[in-house]
């Protein structure tokens, strides 16, 4: 009988709730735990035949650009599914910087040593910053108060902070040598990313720059990068064949397309 993929929606109340599950991505294990949303879906991505469009946009995106032997700077890495992902891309290493303590732990179990953990937060300058974390799931924790407004129901009535190390993405470059691709998912810090990175953006600029960028962040970003990248796009999935879609950065989400967190891309290139 002909099959066809299911969106993760369809399945999405027959997916346990408790417990854990362990799969390979790219060969390296990783465990997902299933109280948490996002992990769910991910254990159901890797499972089954289904899509999940929020995972499966950056995987899409990795396997665009990620050229084999690439050195990839992963801010924001969370539990490493990205990291692993960017391996099994092609990546030959992956620096991944992962401030929350709970979330830095599972990160740095993972059985590789091609994911190099960091416990920072990525920033403007090296030192101690306050981290809001999400008491809604395991991702989305902020430096940002503007990235607090605009989500306030993740947060909680009343904040839970955190004291964070802070370092720059020169402090990484110096430390781990220079990075092909950057990949940031910094919660509305990363325009203080590319401040961090001066040094980096006049020497040895990555080829190519992946950004989860919310509001108006997406503007001030491009005008950071308009001497080094000055190809930027919105992407998008289209729902007709479940493909990259590279549109303008000021475009916004139509019918046409599969409803993601907004991604970006900067190229200092043409995108083909």
């Given at each position: 009988?002909?099959?066809?993929?299911l969106?993760?929606?369809?399945?999405?109340?027959?997916?346990?709730?408790?417990?854990k599950?362990?799969?390979?991505?790219?060969?390296?294990?990783?465990?997902?735990?299933?109280?948490?949303r996002?992990e769910?879906?991910?254990?159901?991505?890797?499972?089954?035949?289904?899509?999940?469009?929020?995972?499966?946009?950056?995987?899409?995106?990795?396997?665009?650009?990620?050229?084999?032997?690439?050195?990839?700077?992963?801010?924001?890495?969370?539990?490493?599914?990205?990291a692993?992902?960017?391996?099994?891309a092609?990546?030959?290493?992956?620096?991944?910087?992962?401030?929350?303590?709970?979330?830095?732990?599972?990160?740095?179990?993972?059985?590789?040593?091609?994911?190099?953990?960091?416990?920072?937060?990525?920033?403007?300058?090296?030192?101690?910053?306050?981290?809001?974390?999400?008491?809604?799931?395991?991702?989305?924790?902020?430096?940002?108060?503007?990235?607090?407004?605009?989500?306030?129901?993740?947060?909680?009535?009343?904040?839970?902070?955190?004291?964070?190390?802070?370092?720059?993405?020169?402090?990484?470059?110096?430390?781990?040598?220079?990075?092909?691709?950057?990949?940031?998912?910094?919660?509305?810090?990363?325009?203080?990313?590319?401040?961090?990175?001066?040094?980096?953006?006049?020497?040895?600029?990555?080829?190519?720059?992946?950004?989860?960028?919310?509001?108006?962040?997406?503007h001030?970003?491009?005008?950071?990068?308009?001497?080094?990248?000055?190809?930027?796009?919105?992407?998008?999935?289209?729902?007709?064949?479940?493909?990259?879609?590279?549109?303008?950065?000021?475009?916004?989400?139509?019918?046409?397309?599969?409803?993601?967190?907004?991604?970006?891309?900067?190229?200092?290139?043409?995108?083909?």
């Amino acid at each position: 009988m002909p099959t066809r993929e299911l969106l993760y929606t369809e399945i999405e109340s027959l997916i346990r709730e408790h417990g854990k599950a362990s799969f390979e991505i790219g060969s390296i294990p990783i465990t997902l735990e299933l109280s948490h949303r996002h992990e769910r879906y991910y254990a159901a991505s890797l499972l089954l035949d289904i899509r999940y469009p929020q995972g499966d946009v950056d995987r899409a995106l990795f396997r665009h650009f990620v050229k084999a032997g690439d050195q990839v700077l992963d801010a924001g890495a969370n539990i490493g599914v990205t990291a692993l992902e960017l391996l099994e891309a092609g990546a030959r290493r992956v620096i991944a910087a992962e401030p929350i303590p709970e979330l830095f732990a599972r990160l740095a179990s993972l059985p590789t040593d091609r994911v190099v953990p960091i416990e920072q937060a990525i920033s403007a300058a090296p030192g101690q910053a306050t981290m809001t974390v999400s008491l809604a799931h395991n991702q989305g924790s902020s430096l940002k108060d503007e990235v607090l407004a605009l989500f306030p129901s993740i947060f909680g009535d009343t904040h839970r902070t955190l004291s964070v190390a802070t370092t720059t993405i020169d402090a990484l470059r110096a430390e781990h040598g220079s990075f092909d691709i950057w990949k940031l998912d910094i919660e509305g810090a990363e325009v203080d990313a590319l401040a961090g990175a001066r040094e980096t953006l006049t020497h040895r600029p990555p080829r190519i720059i992946i950004a989860e960028l919310y509001g108006e962040l997406r503007h001030t970003f491009r005008e950071h990068l308009r001497d080094t990248h000055p190809h930027g796009h919105r992407v998008f999935l289209r729902k007709s064949d479940y493909q990259l879609d590279f549109a303008d950065v000021d475009a916004e989400p139509g019918e046409s397309h599969h409803h993601t967190s907004p991604m970006f891309v900067f190229s200092q290139k043409p995108i083909v």
